[in-house]
């Protein structure tokens, strides 16, 4: 008997990590389907894998996020795993209302919908994987970038309560929240950046957090130092930090 295809989407895969897993994935031979606002950046990628990449251009803070997500779907054939990569992290230095709403417009609005979605699609069809790239940045708040620390929060705790939900519904359903520390791609940016990773090396130790169905996984593994330090700095500590 043949073993069908894997499917893959990863929202938000036209540069950075997303793209690098896109990729990685093409190259085991799933079919994978690849979002993003850039349309020449998608047909250039699905131009290197043109049977194994199906491609969907869109906002995911506009309307019809789901409407596209169904046409992925359908043009892969099916959906086994879920990846939204997509997120904007840029510094809102003067608390620029303008970068905060859209920062919450992709990081929170557009993922929630997106998730929310695909939980229930991987609910009906009683197996899926669902992947998020959240941050170390979650863990606490911070002045540099707040609404994107606060966005951050959601979507891992979000994800903690759907990893709970799958677990009592006792479905074939896999919970994965990466929390990368620093990735060199354009969004790591600053003079206070560390143990940052290569693309390739993130997105090759995210695959593996996914096919072992972990739970909550840092981008290298040593960022779990730093998740836990985080937590217990007092208050008067971490205002010194940033
Ligand atoms: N790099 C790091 O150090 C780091 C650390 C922690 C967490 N992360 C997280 O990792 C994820 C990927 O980031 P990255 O480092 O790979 O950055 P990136 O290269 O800037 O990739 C971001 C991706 O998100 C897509 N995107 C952004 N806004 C969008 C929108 N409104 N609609 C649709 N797609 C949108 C972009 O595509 P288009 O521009 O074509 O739309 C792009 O493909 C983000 O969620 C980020 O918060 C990164």
Known sequence: MQIPTKKVIVIGATSGIGRKLAELYAEK????????????????????????????CFDVTEKKNIEHLVALIKKLGGLDILIY???????????????????????????????????????????????VISS???????????????????????????HMKAGRMKKNISVTCIEPGFVDTKMAKGN?????????????????????????????????LIAKLIKLFPYWFLKKLG
Request: proline content about 3%; cysteine-free.
């Open 85 to 131: 990569s997509s997120g904007i992290g840029e510094p809102s230095k003067e608390l620029n209302w303008q970068l905060d709403k859209l920062t919450v417009e992709t990081n929170v609005n557009g993922f929630v919908e997106v998730v929310n979605w695909s939980f229930n699609y991987f609910i009906k069809q009683n197996h899926g994987s669902l992947v």
């Open 192 to 224: 206070k950046i560390f143990w940052t990773v290569p693309v390739l090396k993130a997105a090759k130790q995210i695959i593996d957090a996914i096919e072992k169905k972990k739970k909550r996984v840092y981008i290298s593994k040593r960022w779990w």
């Open 136 to 162: 170390i940045a979650s863990h606490r708040g911070n002045s540099w970038a707040p609404a994107y620390s606060a966005s951050k929060a959601f979507q891992s705790n979000y994800f903690e309560g759907l």
């Open 29 to 56: 031979g799933y079919m994978v389907g690849i979002t993003g606002r850039r349309k020449d950046l998608l047909d250039e990628i699905q131009k290197h894998y043109p049977s194994l990449i199906e491609t969907e």
